[in-house]
């Protein structure tokens, strides 16, 4: 089954506590892409990488890193997690309009709460 | 980077069409427009998207205006499954970004 699996899909943590939330496809996707979703704001986009090693800022990045070592996964890390990155975080993979499925799937999501 | 404006909301009745419209009168040439929808939480699920021509699946029909400034998501029989937030978006050809706006709610009402 196609997918794209999120771990952990909820974590609460404490300010500082580095942390990593991990994202793999099974699709062979050249796209990944995070984003989090806060009330009133809809999804925004954190980082993206359209293959392996390249990997490009969204629209919110401070705060967040990420690495495309592996075409399959895409991990999500914070470095020293703020109460202001208490959020719920999404995955998600395609591939290049026109080549192939040109959806964008989406993991299920992972709600963090930074203490 | 073009935007995307919706109404906050809109109600339904079981079997009727619900028609969600959508702005985005600074869409580029190259810029797709992209129907999701998300239903309490879980992921944004893929409903249909265009370039110009208008577009249906077997989920939705899109309506795509000749200047492409505007479209429509029609669903021809909406049932209660389908309440849910529906998110218009654009995507840049050759990049993986989704531009989301603040989304249309939908309630079907039996």
């Known amino acids: 089954e196609a997918q794209v699996t999120q771990n952990p899909r909820y974590l609460i943590t404490v300010t500082g506590k580095k942390l990593t939330v991990t994202c793999s496809q099974n699709?062979?996707?050249?796209?990944m892409s995070w984003y989090r979703q806060d009330p009133g704001l809809g999804l925004r986009q954190i980082y993206y990488?359209?293959?392996?090693?390249?990997?490009d800022k969204g629209d919110v990045p401070e705060g967040y890193k990420v690495s495309r070592k592996e075409k399959r996964n895409f991990p999500l890390i914070l470095e020293s997690p703020s109460p202001n990155q208490t959020s719920l975080y999404f995955c998600?993979?395609?591939?290049?309009?026109?080549?192939?499925?040109?959806?964008?799937?989406f993991g299920p999501g992972t709600r963090l709460t930074v203490t | 980077d073009a935007k995307t404006t919706q109404p906050t909301s809109m109600d339904c009745a079981e079997g009727r069409a619900a028609n969600l419209p959508c702005n985005h009168s600074?869409?580029?040439?190259?810029?797709?427009v992209y129907w999701y929808r998300q239903i309490h939480s879980q992921g944004p699920q893929y409903i249909i998207h265009?370039?110009?021509n208008n577009e249906t699946n077997e989920m939705a029909s899109l309506i795509i205006t000749e200047d492409r400034k505007s479209s429509t998501l029609i669903l021809p029989h909406a049932t209660l499954r389908d309440t849910a937030v529906y998110y218009c978006i654009v995507r840049v050809v050759g990049t993986d970004k989704l531009i989301f706006g603040t989304g249309t709610r939908l309630q079907v009402f039996p």
């Open positions: 998600a993979s395609s591939s290049p309009i026109g080549q192939g499925a040109d959806e964008q799937y």
């Open positions: 990488s359209m293959n392996v090693e390249v990997t």
């Open positions: 699709m062979n996707h050249e796209y």
């Open positions: 600074t869409i580029s040439g190259n810029e797709y």
């Open positions: 265009g370039l110009k």
